[in-house]
């Protein structure tokens, strides 16, 4: 199973305004597993399709979820 592409297919298939929230313990990935996703997420996003944002800012693993709004 390839990560990326599920992720990517996942994000292609929500409706437009509709949010996705991810963490890495929801996908079971290690915080530096996850770290790439978040790198090709945002890279991904200068795209335009759509955008993410950090999610829980006070909690102490906010680096390790995020959330996919799509455009």
């Known amino acids: 199973m390839d990560i990326l592409s599920d992720i ?8 437009t305004g509709e949010t996705w929230e991810i963490s890495a313990r929801s996908l079971w990935l290690s915080h530096s597993d996850f770290h790439s996703i978040r790198v090709f997420l945002t890279r991904e996003a ?3 399709s759509f ?4 999610i ?3 909690a ?3 680096t390790t979820s995020l959330q996919v709004i799509k455009h």
């Open 8 to 15: 990517t297919q996942k994000i292609s298939a929500l409706p």
């Open 46 to 48: 200068e795209k335009g």
């Open 51 to 54: 955008s993410i944002q950090n």
């Open 56 to 58: 829980d800012h006070m």
């Open 60 to 62: 102490p693993d906010a």
